[in-house]
Structure formats: C-alpha cells, structure tokens
C-alpha cells in the first residue's frame, strides 16, 4: 500500500476531543459516535478530529501515549534491544503526523514529543533495515521476527524487498544446480567403480 492508503486507514484510529458546540449523535458506517455536548469530551475517529480542530470547534485531547516521560522509555528500550517494542499504538506516526501538525497548542511540549517520536521511528527503521540485512547475509536461513513492527515502517523496506526475493530466489536456484551436479556426480563416480569391480571379478585368477 502506499502511504497515502496507510494514512486512511490510520485516521480510523479513535481519539478524544472536547467540542465547543451541541449537536445530536452522527451515524456512520464505522459506528455511531455519541452526541457532542459543549465541553463534554468524547472519542472521534481521527478524521473528523482533525476536520473539527480545523474549524475550531474543538480541542483535541493528547492521547496517553504521547508522554515524554513514556517516550524516553521508549526510545531507550528500542536502542537497547534487539526485538522491536510494542508501540502504544500501531498507527503513531499516523497520528503524531495529524494531531502535531494540525494542534500542536493541545499536545503540552509539542516540540519535544515531535523529536522524540521521530527519533523512535528512526531507530525503528534503522533496525529494520539491519534485520533485513542480516537475513539477506544468512542466505535465509533464519527466521526474521517482525512481531510489533507497523505497516507505516514496514512500507520503508518495501522498495527493498524485491531485490531480497530475488537475490534470494538466485541463491536457491544456485543450491539446486550444484545439488543435482553432486548427485550426476556421484551416480558417475558409483557406476565407474561398479564396472571396475565386475570386470575384476570375471577374472579366473
């Protein structure tokens, strides 16, 4: 998918506004989304979050995640670790993108949650590209433990992972020549000292 489609899909994702307006409940086909009472908070999906927040008739709640206390942690558990942590939500770029760019007034320390959510994709991605590396320097032969990693950050490999199947496929294709030329090999090798043997044999003495 390209990243456009990612982003739709990420906009699903269910956030907390405060409106500045009452109106009665909206029908959609993703569900109903409960009347909006005037200082009352309630969840959106993070589309029409950000259409509200445009027209300034709401203020946009920061998720939990976005916590710089939280996303230290974060960051330092990634660089730390070999394995991929599980993100808070799997659509934070989506969303950090949205809400940053679109209210930044409602998220305290923007700034400081925009470096260090970009930071933690960055080494996400560079450890990523490492895990594909190294599988690719294994001929394949171990398994790639992609658990918790998002589709955002898979999209980064993606122009990479043609060239890896088919280097991949090649270096198979190669193991399976040199296999059947050991096999035709030893065939040859068993027949000629099968004939040695017999012709020995019919010897009288």
């Known amino acids: 998918m390209e990243p456009a489609e990612l982003e739709f899909i990420g906009e699903n994702s269910l956030i907390s506004v405060i409106p500045n307006f009452n109106h009665d409940s909206i029908y959609l086909i993703s569900g109903t989304i409960e009347p909006f009472r005037g200082g009352t908070p309630l969840y959106v999906p993070l589309w029409l979050g950000i259409h509200l927040r445009q027209q300034q008739k709401c203020r946009i709640v920061a998720p939990h995640w976005m916590d710089i206390d939280l996303l230290e942690d974060i960051k330092e558990t990634e660089k730390r670790v070999s394995s991929f942590t599980k993100m808070p939500s799997p659509n934070y770029m989506v969303e950090a993108k949205l809400i940053l760019n679109t ?21 996400r991605c560079a450890k990523l590209r490492t895990t594909v590396e190294n599988f690719v320097k294994s001929e394949g032969s171990h398994m790639v433990n992609l658990e918790h990693v998002t589709v955002l950050e898979l999209h980064t490999i ?45 010897r009288p003495w």
């Open 158 to 202: 993606q122009p990479l992972l043609p060239h890896v199947m088919d280097f991949l496929g090649r270096i198979e294709q190669t193991k399976k020549v040199i296999r059947s030329l050991n096999t035709t090999s030893q065939s040859f090798s068993l027949g000629a000292s099968s004939g040695l043997g017999t012709s020995g044999s019919s």
């Open 103 to 123: 209210a930044p007034e409602d998220v305290p320390s923007s700034d400081v949650i925009k470096t260090l959510i970009k930071d933690i994709y960055d080494v």
